[in-house]
T-cell receptor, first 113, second 110 residues
């Protein structure tokens, strides 16, 4: 009963390095999301996808790119990491047939030094 | 402006001391209001969905209610294991838009 799985769970990057966060869901949900959570600011939407091969910008998309080549996977990329991208990142998924409820992964802790 | 505000930011209760958390919203065209529980180091865990004013949902010591402008999460006789951050989120009829509050951090002392 995996649900939404994120890798890696922890990562330390140097400024300017690149990396990709991986998200996989096994619920056959059509919608997938990437959020970041910072103290006092709540969850903010970075990018989302309404289906395989589609992506769209959320509230805070700058500095991030995403891809959804398969329905079950949603990748979040940082091309040139900056200290301001130090945060906890959550992947989530939802479906119209599952009451539109968003189900979250366990989070990925990213520190950029 | 579409906005979700939760209050209080933090709440300390004694075990058994009932209270309520508030989630007020100014989002137009509400499709649903969601409550989540988040433990430290974990992702948010789904609790309830409310769709229309007057609706109520219950789970163990928790009861969620909804009006046209706000939702309450009532905690009856809380236990230390209820300590967590409680988040609410509002979904607009544009399906892809979910607006999250900043959460209420609940601490229940034995």
């Amino acid at each position: 009963n995996a649900g939404v799985t994120q890798t890696p769970k922890f990562r330390v990057l140097k400024t300017g390095q690149s990396m990709t966060l991986l998200c996989a869901q096994d619920m056959n949900h059509e919608y997938m999301y990437w959020y970041r959570q910072d103290p006092g600011m709540g969850l903010r939407l970075i990018h989302y996808s309404v289906g395989e091969g589609t992506t769209a910008k959320g509230e805070v998309p700058d500095g991030y790119n995403v891809s959804r080549l398969k329905k079950q996977n949603f990748l979040l990329g940082l091309e040139s990491a900056a200290p301001s991208q130090t945060s906890v990142y959550f992947c989530a998924s939802s479906s119209r047939t599952a009451g539109n409820t968003i189900y979250f992964g366990e989070g990925s802790w990213l520190t950029v030094v | 402006e579409d906005q979700v505000t939760q209050s209080p930011e933090a709440l300390r209760l004694q075990e058994g001391e009932s209270s309520s958390l508030n989630c007020s919203y100014t989002v137009s065209g509400l499709r649903g209001l969601f409550w989540y529980r988040q433990d430290p180091g974990k992702g948010p865990e789904f609790l309830f969905t409310l769709y229309s004013a007057g609706e109520e949902k219950e789970k163990e010591r928790l009861k969620a209610t909804l009006t046209k402008k706000e939702s309450f999460l009532h905690i009856t006789a809380p236990k230390p294991e209820d300590s967590a951050t409680y988040l609410c989120a509002v979904q607009k009829y544009n399906f892809n838009k979910f607006y999250f509050g900043s959460g209420t951090k609940l601490n229940v002392k034995p």
